[in-house]
């Protein structure tokens, strides 16, 4: 190969790695290479543009030293942090290059180019995957991939939500299919067999594999599992977790050769993995009681809400169908099988995939130190014991791949003033975040009104393309357009429509709405984003009740909704407002990880205190308030909405509007600095990935966080986690 192909080869090997998606550099090099404008007209995807891209120009730049330099010290920098998982020794017994940690899940989000993802459990994951990356932990990923994805939203005229199914253009998304590999799952006894495609898609030095039935081996049915993520029956839903959690186990050992150390079950979706790891080790001569313990030792799993429709199950006629024969074969009655998956407090027909998890796994987990302790008593039935604090499952809060969600005006900032490293893990450090305490007032504040300013600019994009609503029709339109004024306090909320989120709260109380929305001197925006499942009737509901709303004569452009919310809005949104809000009914969130994005960003949260908000939350960083000890329901929510109201009313808009001499909110400016000093390192992934390593990975005998009372210590079992 000559020095031209060479470097073709790595400039190909970087667009083809979503490495990209968090080193600028290479956004840098590829707009070197075609001109900021067109990289721009490709939607800033290094893959696309290389496709798109005439030859000549190809040519051309590569036949410049110039550019071969820069291209060169990009590949390097790269392909060292590729290679620290795959070079490090194994430790003994240990996590190493052929004894990774096998993670899996059923969505990752990893950029929007594979939307593979419907929210927080996906962006959980990529952020995952890409801080064990930048970690250089050994970890492969395994997820199913969706030809459809979840699906791309459309509101229509009556403020309906539509659901449109583009197909992923394979040849543009950033995978590659493993030639010549099929992975087959069979059920025995059932007459079922599932033929899977296999595609790879590089993060860092992380593999994530997903597994893909679109097979001409398959019938056609079967090659439409995996069209759509979250669609279809509960048998379409039963046969994607049996690829995902059994075909899983087959792709890593029978054809990657790997011998992972721990198996992560990232929510109870891939819990079939379980059964199907009981299954070989018995068909290895083990007997049923030496094989659960082989199992137990290898898995920890994480659960990742209170909410029962999050908690899969399955009803046990249609999973005795396919797993009856795997019961006899596992030596258990199908009473003893099914049992695995019972829930005692549950229904006796339904086989829960949490439970099974829960009995299989060593260690289990929730993800904040609230919801460790709301799964100890939602799953006290489990382990049949008396006192919830008795259950053995820890914590280990949530966080956010900093490097991603930081937004890029902040990220120069830091660099630049605080010489903030976001290489390797480092952002889980917190002495450089501490300093940004001495950033002066106003560039902090300038810094944010940059990426104010980039959020408005979306805001005039989506209303060109249709996609702000209201704002479709001309006159509409007009008002919108006119009201617009990154002046404002903007208020953002954007997560998925769920009924206990109470996207609506705000707007209860319509003579305090009116007022707070509607006075030309102290102006107030509201922005909302986010989808609803295509079968949840009440999140719809929900969704059309906040549009009537918006699209009243008073309201227009003061409460706007942005359509399809993805991880691209996501971060120019979260990045942008001035406060971000949260209303779920404590303590249903589990976690939620917009508010830390938030937070990375200096921007502040009001929120209920719950998830991760009730342990970050602390004088000064934002504002928390719950009414503890109201039923849900409408009292509940007409006394959260006046304390939402009152707080807006007496501390949030004073602090914002009152500006010194320079125009500075100084208060407020005081608010986004704690921001950036305290939360950021203590809720990164790559902090919660060390725990992860530290508590869970290596082998570890108990839950994270979780200490067994003994005799007259009852309280405070639970440890708080490990700070930065
Ligand atoms: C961060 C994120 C979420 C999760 O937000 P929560 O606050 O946990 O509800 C969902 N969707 C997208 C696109 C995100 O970026």
């Known amino acids: 190969m000559n020095v031209i192909e060479e470097a073709h080869q790595r400039l190909k090997e970087l667009a083809g790695n979503l490495w990209w998606t968090w080193h600028e550099e290479v956004a840098t090099l590829f707009c070197a290479l075609a001109g900021e404008e067109r990289f721009a007209a490709c939607g800033r995807k290094p893959l696309r543009l290389l496709a798109e891209l005439p030859p000549s120009a190809l040519t051309a730049a590569l036949a410049s030293p110039e550019f071969r330099q820069q291209l060169e010290d990009v590949y390097q920098r790269f392909a060292a942090q590729r290679d620290q ?22 969505e990752y989000a990893l950029d929007d180019s594979l939307p593979i993802y419907s929210g927080g459990l996906g962006v959980l994951a990529g952020d995952h995957l890409k801080s064990a990356s930048d970690l250089g932990l050994p970890l492969v990923g395994v997820g199913l991939l969706y030809h459809k994805g979840y699906f791309v939203q459309r509101i229509d005229r009556q403020g309906c939500q539509g659901e449109i199914y583009p197909t992923l253009n394979l040849n543009l998304a950033p995978l590659t299919r493993l030639p010549g590999m099929t992975v087959r799952i069979t059920l025995p006894g059932s007459g079922l067999t599932i033929l899977a495609a296999v595609w790879k898609v590089s993060v860092g030095g992380v593999e994530l594999y997903l597994l893909d039935p679109d097979l001409e081996g398959n019938p056609p049915r079967l090659r439409r599992l995996c069209d759509r993520l979250y669609g279809g029956d509960r048998r379409t839903r039963l046969l994607q977790e049996v690829l995902l959690g059994m075909g899983g186990v087959s792709l890593l050992e029978d054809h990657l050769s790997l011998r992972p150390s721990v198996w ?33 030792s290898t898995s920890v799993f994480t659960t990742h809400t209170p909410i029962a429709a999050g908690n899969e199950t399955f009803v046990l006629t249609l999973l005795r169908h396919y797993f009856k024969g795997m019961a006899t074969e596992l030596g258990l009655d199908w009473e003893a099988f ?15 995939m949490t439970v099974l ?11 904040s130190r609230l919801h460790g302790k709301v799964a100890r008593t939602m ?3 489990v382990y049949g014991v008396e006192d919830p604090e008795l259950v053995p499952i820890g914590h280990i809060t949530n966080g956010v791949h900093v490097p991603t969600w930081l937004g890029d005006d902040f990220k120069g900032l830091l660099r630049n003033r605080l010489g903030l490293s976001l290489e390797q893990g480092a952002e889980a450090e917190p002495t450089t975040w501490n300093k940004a305490g001495n950033l002066e007032a106003s560039t902090l504040w300038n810094t944010h009104l940059a990426q104010k300013q980039r959020l408005f600019e979306l805001l005039g994009e989506l209303q060109d393309q249709g996609a702000l609503v209201p704002g479709n029709d001309k006159a509409t339109a007009t008002t919108v357009r006119e009201r617009l004024d990154p002046t404002a306090l903007t208020l953002g909320f954007a997560r998925r429509f769920a009924t206990y989120k109470r996207h609506c709260l705000l707007l209860l109380d319509r003579k305090r709405l009116r007022k707070l929305l509607c006075n030309p001197n102290r102006k107030v925006v509201l922005l909302f984003a986010g989808k609803a499942h295509p079968a949840d009737e009440g999140g719809k509901a929900v969704l059309q009740q ?11 452009g003061r409460i706007l909704f942005l359509q399809n919310y993805d991880m691209a809005i996501a971060k120019i949104l979260i990045g942008g407002v001035d406060v971000w809000v949260n209303t779920p009914i404590r303590p249903l969130e589990a976690s939620g990880t917009s508010g830390m994005k938030a937070a990375c960003n200096a921007v502040p949260n009001l929120s209920v205190l719950d998830g991760w908000w009730d342990e970050a939350y602390a004088n000064g960083l934002g504002w928390g308030f719950s009414n503890e000890g109201t039923k849900e329901g409408k009292r509940l929510d007409r006394l959260d909405n006046a304390t939402l109201f009152g707080l807006l009313e007496q501390q949030i808009l004073p602090a914002f509007f009152e500006r010194d001499r320079d125009g500075l909110p100084m208060a407020w400016i005081e608010l986004m600095r704690r921001n950036l000093a305290e ?7 790559s902090r919660m990935v060390a725990e992860y390593r530290d508590l869970l990975y290596r082998p570890c005998p108990t839950a994270p966080h979780y200490v067994p009372p003994t005799k007259g210590r009852r309280r405070g079992t639970r440890l708080s986690p490990a700070r930065g």
């Open 546 to 556: 906040l549009l009537t709303v918006a699209r009243e004569k008073e309201f227009l």
């Open 338 to 352: 099914a049992d695995l998956g019972r829930d005692p407090s549950g229904s006796p027909n339904e086989f829960s």
């Open 679 to 685: 939360l950021p390192p203590r809720f990164s992934t």
């Open 264 to 296: 992560h079950l990232n929510e109870g979706h891939s819990a079939f993995l379980l059964l199907e790891r009981l299954q070989r080790a018995i068909r290895r001569g083990l007997t049923l009681s030496e094989a659960k313990t082989e199992v137990l």
């Open 357 to 367: 998890a829960l009995h299989l796994c060593r260690a289990s987990n929730g993800v």
């Open 85 to 106: 998982s795959r070079t490090i020794a194994r430790e003994e017994g240990g996590i190493g290059p052929t004894t990774p940690v096998a993670y899996c899940c059923m």
């Open 379 to 381: 799953w006290q039935g």
